[in-house]
C-alpha cells in the first residue's frame, strides 16, 4: 500500500481551489481548500497547486515520487494542447497549462473545464453512475452545461460545448427582424445574446429579487419573507434567500422563480429533445439549495418535450469538479 | 469485377422510395424511384423493396447473391433491435423492419432515420466531407435534424436524437406560468409544442402564405409574385412559391419567411451553443430551393451564438438518404 500511486484531483476556482488526494481505487486520503490567487502569474499559481499537492503527499508519510497524475477542473475553455482561454475569473489571456505543469511535474495530467469534470464526477460517484448519456448543468452564478454523450465527454469541435446558458429563448417582440434576410438589430446588439444566463441563472434570480424588493414600499419589504431571510436588508438579498423562501411556500419567492424557472426549463427541454439524453443532472449553487428548484425544473421539462428522459439532482455538491478531475487522470478506472 | 459484391442503399418514403445499386467502391450502376405504397403490410412493403432491388441485380447480369447489404433510411424512429416506431407516413404501429428483411435476406441490413441517413451521405459524398463534428438540419414537410458527432451518428439514449425540430422558441406570454411550480396551461396544452416545427418547416411558411394572402383584397392578391407563380390561386401557395419570390427580391415574400427564418436560426444556434459543431449542414426541400434561405438563416445564427461554426447547404439534394443509406451499409469504407 506504501508503495502505491496516489492521484490528485484538483478543482480550481477563481476564488477556491478544493484539492483531493487519493489512491488509485479511488480512496480518498485526504481533502482540503485553499484559497486561489487570481491576481499571480499562472506559473506562480499552478506551481503553488503543485507544492500545495507534494506537501500533502509528504504529510500523508509518502514519498513525492508517488504522486503519478494530477488531474484539473478550470473555469474555461480547455483547448486540445492543454491552453486555456475564456477564463475571467483570472486576468490571464492564454495559459499554455500543460505545459506550465509539464515543467514541473513528469507524471500524468488531465484537464479539463469545470463543468465537465463536475460531470465526470457525478458519473463516476454521483446521481449518473451507470449513465452512458446525460446533460449536465449547473445554476450558479453563471450557468454551465456538459455533455456526456455515449460513455465520454463530448467536447465539440472547439472544446466549447455545452454552453446551454447561450441559449436565445423567449425573445422579445424587438428580437424579430423587419425583413426576410438582415438579423434583428435586438439580437446584432446582444440585448438577445446572454439573455438566458442574465435571468436562469443564481446572479439573475438575486437581481430579479433585489429589483423587485426595490420596488416595493418599506412595509411590503418589512413583510418580505425573502428580505426577513437577508437580514432585512433588500440590496442583501441573492438567490439563496429566495429558494429558502419558495422551499416554505413563500408566493412572492415562488413568483419570483418563475420566470428563471421557465427559462431553465424551455432551455433544458429544447437541449433534450436535441440529445435524447437517458438523464439530465442539475447541479451548482441554486439546484443544491433544495428539492423545489430540481423538482420545478423537472415539472416544467415534462411538458416542453416529448423526449421522456430523468431529471435528477446532483449528488456532489461542490465536490464534483474535484472527484471528476480524479476520475479523469486515474488510469483503468472501474 | 463480375463476382465483386453489390450493395443497396433504399431512402424510404411515405409516397417515393429512392433505390441505389453500387459496387462496394461506392460506383453506383443503378439509380431509381418507386412508389411507396404506404398502405400495404410492412411484410409486403419490405418484400417488395427487396424483390425490386434482386430484380435489378440480375437486369444488371449479376447473380442475385451478389447482393451482399442493403442500407434502408426510413421516417421515424428506428429502435436498437431494428423496430421502427414514430413513422406517420405508414399506418404500422411497431414495424420489426430488420426482423421482416431478416427473413428475405441473409447480407448486412442497416437500418437508420431518414435525416440520420441523410446526414452519412453528406458526410461521405456532400458537404460535409471531413468533417468530423456537424449537425444536420432538413427543413422540408416537416423538420429534422441529426447529429453526427466525433466522426459517428450520434442517436441518443432513446435512438430519438435530433429533434430539433420540437424547439420551443419566442413563447407568447401565455406560456409564462403564474406561479412557481405548475407547468403552464399553454405548454401543458400543446400550444407551445410544436410551434416552432408549425412555424419554421416548409408546411409553414406555405400555411402563413396562404393565410397572408387570403387576407388580402383581389387586387393585392393579382399583384403578387407569390400568387402568380402559384397560377394566381392563393390557396395553391406553398412554400416553393414564396421562396422563388424571394429568390427575386420580392417584398412580400421576403416579410413572410421573416419569423421562420428567425425560428430556424434560433433552433439552429441554441444547438451550436450546446454543440460547438464545426459546421450545420442545412438540407430539405426548403434549403435546397436556393442560396437564399441558407444565407438567411446563416447571417441570423452568426448574431445569435458566439460559437463559431461553417452554415452551409447540403449538397446532394434528396439522394442524400439513399447515398447514405449506402454509406451506412458498405463495409470498411473508404
Redesign the interface.
Known sequence: MQHSPLYAGVDVGGTKTLMILAEQDGTILSEWRVASDAQTDPETFFGGILDELRREVAKQGRDVSALRGIGLGLPGVIGPAGILTHAPAFPWQETPVADILGQRFDGAVYLDNDVNVAALGEQWQGAAQGV??FLMVTVGTGIG?A?Y??GRI??????????????????PAA??????????AA??SGD??GQFEQIASGTGIGRLAREHLTRCDRSAVDASLIAQLAGGAPEAVNARHVLAA?AQGD?E???????P??YM???I???V??????MVVIGGGVADSGE?YV??VR??I????????DVVAARLGNRAGAIGALAGVIPNRV
Chains 1, 2 share one sequence.
Not at 159 to 170: K, L
Not at 302 to 309: E, N, R, S, V, W
Open positions: 452512458r448519456d452545461g455533455l454523450l455515449d463530448y467536447r465539440g469541435a472547439g472544446a466549447a460545448a455545452g454552453e446551454i446558458g447561450y441559449s436565445v429563448i423567449a425573445p428580437l424579430l427582424s423587419h425583413n426576410g434576410t438582415a438579423p434583428p439580437v446584432a438577445v445574446f419558495a408566493a419567492a415562488l413568483e419570483l422563480l418563475r420566470l424557472l421557465d426549463a424551455i432551455g427541454a429544447n437541449a429533445s436535441l440529445l435524447n439524453p437517458a423545489l423538482a420545478a415539472e416544467r415534462a411538458a416542453l418535450t416529448p423526449i421522456a428522459t
